[in-house]
């Protein structure tokens, strides 16, 4: 059933709800807002019931779209407006005429599988919102930045969280990491607020850039938290993170979970580097023979657009991720990769992720992704796209560090150099691209 979520919003009246850069809301004034944007959307001829693609960023006006989306009773599908015109191409056709009684449906990335439009419940969206909070210890008094796009699962849960906890929401557009940084640091904050952000939902490369813009130096003590999410992030750059003094909170999600699946606060990241914590609360998780994450519970989505909740879980109820991972002595869940991503060379199977660790913790190496590539003799070959670091790489160095940290049929026997990964959207590596870089390269470990 769709909500109207602004009506379930817990924010007082007169408490701030929306910042933009020029202009800021209280709950009641956004209600106003919502409303006449509403009645102008019924005036074009939007709807009741049907799924509306709309290209969306982070900004207020986007905002202020989704609420009225919804109090017009719509389905909005968010695009992020990183999509390339194939991909919203695709992605319309798709949804073209379809009618939908989710809250929102959303695009899936396609870094694995068929790209497809997920459901998601307004019951899942408030399940997250009450599990986050009670894992972090949110409340009305913090201040997110809307850091991702509401074509993204994180940026959609963000918005909502936000709303439904009572909190205030900056969407000041697209932002870079040093615009991040002054808002956290409560200089540069838009006209007529002066609450610094306290909390933001970042992905692996976000935070890097804001590590590299502050070059060492720590958050002041209002911020509370940098969620991390939407990729594994490296070991390395959670180590740098802690260093700096962030309070990290590492969570492991998807879309189809809507958002968050276990999350670790930062009390629990700083005394287990890696770990994404428990389950949340209302989500169960479970491992595989295979190292298989499964999940189900009061977050997953309804289903696939164009299919039932059959096509999302199994008989029991489980979604099965693709991802892998597993439980230590705590029962703290460690995610260890994709089961896509696994590469059997010789008869040997390869975890790609442990490969890339062991690239990237080479001093010369800023990122790194390993892939496979079809080979006659042994059916696959461990192949690395390596970004150096500014210092610059030697790779006959690499290659002889990595023999002294890998076994054989693990090490890179093809090497390409890159001046970044390519990823999609939503700031995932796409893989498919890195492989077609890779299958390239000749450059070959002496």
Known sequence: MLVDLLAEATGAPDAVALVSDDEQWTYAELDLVVSERADTLRGEGVQRGRIVPVTMDATASAVIELLALWRASVTPAPFNSRLTEPERDAAELALVGGGCEAQAVLWTSGTAGRPRGVAISYQAL?????????????????????????????????????????GRLVAVGPVDAGRTSELIDGTNLPAGTDAPVTHISVVPTQLLRLLDVR??????????????????????????????????????????????????????TIRKPGTVGRSLDGVDLRIEDDNEILVRGATLAMGYVGGGAEDIVDIEGWHHTGDLGHFDDDGDLWVTGRRSDRIVTGGVTVDATEVEEAVRSFDSVADACVVGLPDAEWGERVAACVVPAETGLDLDDLSAFLRECLSGPKLPRVFHVAEALPRNANGKVDRSAVRDMVGGAHRRPS
Do not use: K
């Not at 210890?137 to 936000?162: C, F, N, Q």
């Open 126 to 166: 408030a399940a997250s919102s009450r599990a986050a909070q009670e894992r972090l210890d949110l409340g009305p008094e913090d201040v997110w930045l809307a850091s991702l796009s509401p074509g993204h699962v994180g940026g959609l849960a963000l918005i909502t969280r936000s709303l439904l906890l009572g």
């Open 215 to 268: 070059s060492g130096s720590p958050p002041p003590e209002s911020f509370r938290c940098a969620l991390v999410g939407g990729a594994r992030a490296p070991m390395r750059l959670v180590q740098s993170a802690l260093e700096a003094g962030w309070p990290l909170g590492l969570t492991y999600g998807l879309t189809e979970a809507t958002s968050q699946a276990a999350t670790a606060p930062p009390a629990l």
